[in-house]
């Protein structure tokens, strides 16, 4: 029982590094979500992707791209950390209306 | 957009009755969502409401809709110590895939 699975937990980058975030899920579920966690803020989306072969643009885009590899991998692209992007990222997957799952999140710090 | 507002902090005594609340701007929020996150983990499901209930009850849980105030709250019965952690109230569109989340309410539990 898997679920969602991200990987790495823990980064710290340079500022202008890039890096991508990995996110895989074991469900069968159709639809993929990135959002990023910043204190007080709560969750905001980044990145979403209703069905395999299809992605669109959450709240807070810039700076990010994305890729649904599959119907079980969605991943999210850092081309040119900046220090902004210093946050707590979270992949989730959905088949419906009964929620989401989360994976335990990737921590990132750019410097 | 959809927007979605709580409360930052609740504090109450172990074997006392939490109530976290959270509104939302959008009348065409069909789905509303609780979540729990403990320190370092992802975001857990605990319960959710579709809006044509009033209310669902889950063991210590008790979920209260009120679509004309768009109000939503979460009372915990008997809160436990690990009930500690940070409560999320999301909100979802019936036409979208996006689920918008409120900046989440922390709630401490003293012995």
Request: proline share 3%; net charge positive.
């Amino acid at each position: 029982n898997a679920g969602v699975t991200q990987t790495p937990k823990f980064q710290v980058l340079k500022t202008g590094q890039s890096m991508t975030l990995q996110c895989a899920q074991d469900m069968n579920h159709n639809s993929m979500y990135w959002y990023r966690q910043d204190p007080g803020m709560g969750l905001r989306l980044i990145y979403y992707s209703a069905s395999e072969g299809t992605t669109d643009k959450g709240e807070v885009p810039n700076g990010y791209n994305v890729s649904r590899l599959n119907k079980r991998e969605f991943s999210l692209r850092l081309e040119s950390a900046a220090p902004s992007q210093t946050s707590v990222y979270f992949c989730a997957s959905t088949a419906g209306l009964y929620g989401y799952t989360f994976g335990s999140g990737t921590r990132l710090t750019v410097v | 957009g959809e927007d979605v507002e709580q409360s930052l902090f609740l504090s109450v005594r172990e074997g006392d009755s939490s109530v976290i609340n959270c509104t939302y701007t959008d009348s065409s929020s069909t789905y509303l969502y609780w979540y729990k996150q403990e320190p370092g983990a992802g975001l857990q499901l605990l319960t959710y409401i579709f809006s044509n209930m009033d209310m669902k009850q889950d063991q210590r849980l008790t979920v209260l809709l009120n679509k004309k105030d768009k109000h939503l709250s979460l009372r915990i019965a008997d809160t436990q110590t690990g009930d500690s952690a940070i409560y999320f109230c999301a909100a979802r569109r019936d036409s979208s895939y996006k689920l918008i989340f409120g900046s989440g309410t922390r709630l401490l539990v003293r012995p």
